[in-house]
């Protein structure tokens, strides 16, 4: 079974997250922030995750330490879940319309890091949300899992509908790159023999 649970404490948040990456999309998130609760119950769902999350922060402040940490915890669960990386895709890639929106989502889990934000938004603020922590949320999470991973907004201009759609496309993408294929299950995707 390929899943890997986290907890980390700091002063600023306290989380415990599980993972498993062969899931059903079944997503039990409580953040203390809202709108992330909302992006990572679609990104389980849509990446067919299993993910448990709880998470005590520092939300008096504001949300950053939060859905920094989060980002830090998720990507350390994908990491350790992926093991060896023997058998997967490796590449993944989804194109998430939504409304007016179009998100060009790809992912290279290739053990090296670089995050490819190109996404505009619109309003500063989602609710009591400040969008620009989607951008750290991402961030941590290549840190911790290294992969290059892009997000690119093709069209769009409702800042809600912007980050879902990221969120929910590199869901797809993270799926169709940890997939299993069939008949290569003992084989890592790289002429160099080894992801990392
Ligand atoms: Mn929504």
């Known amino acids: 079974m390929r899943t890997a649970t986290i907890e980390r404490r700091t002063t600023e948040t306290q989380i415990t997250l599980t993972l498993a990456l062969d899931g059903t999309g079944k997503g039990d998130v409580a953040t203390g922030c809202g709108f992330l609760d909302h992006m990572l119950q679609l990104f389980a769902r849509h990446g067919r995750f299993d993910l448990t999350l709880r ?3 520092d939300t008096w402040v504001d949300d950053h330490h939060t859905v920094e940490d989060v980002g830090i915890c998720l990507g350390r669960a994908f990491r350790q879940a992926l093991g060896e990386m023997r058998g997967i895709a490796r590449y993944g890639n989804f194109l998430l319309p939504m409304d007016e929106t179009l998100v060009l989502c ?3 889990l290739s053990g090296r890091m670089a995050l490819g934000w190109q996404m505009n938004f619109p309003s500063q603020k989602v609710g009591a949300f400040d969008t620009e922590l989607c951008r750290e949320f991402w961030l941590a999470f290549v840190r911790e899992c290294p992969c290059s991973l892009h997000a690119v907004q093709m ?3 409702n800042t809600h ?4 759609a990221a969120f929910k496309g590199l869901a797809r993408a ?3 790159a940890a997939a299993i294929v069939p008949g290569q299950e ?3 995707p790289s002429t160099k023999g080894l992801l990392g």
Not at 161 to 164: A, D, G, K, P, Q
């Open 55 to 57: 998470c005590t922060g």
């Open 106 to 108: 790809a992912v290279d």
């Open 155 to 157: 069209a769009g201009d």
């Open 161 to 164: 509908h912007l980050i879902e």
């Open 174 to 176: 993270l799926s169709m």
């Open 186 to 188: 003992s084989e890592i």
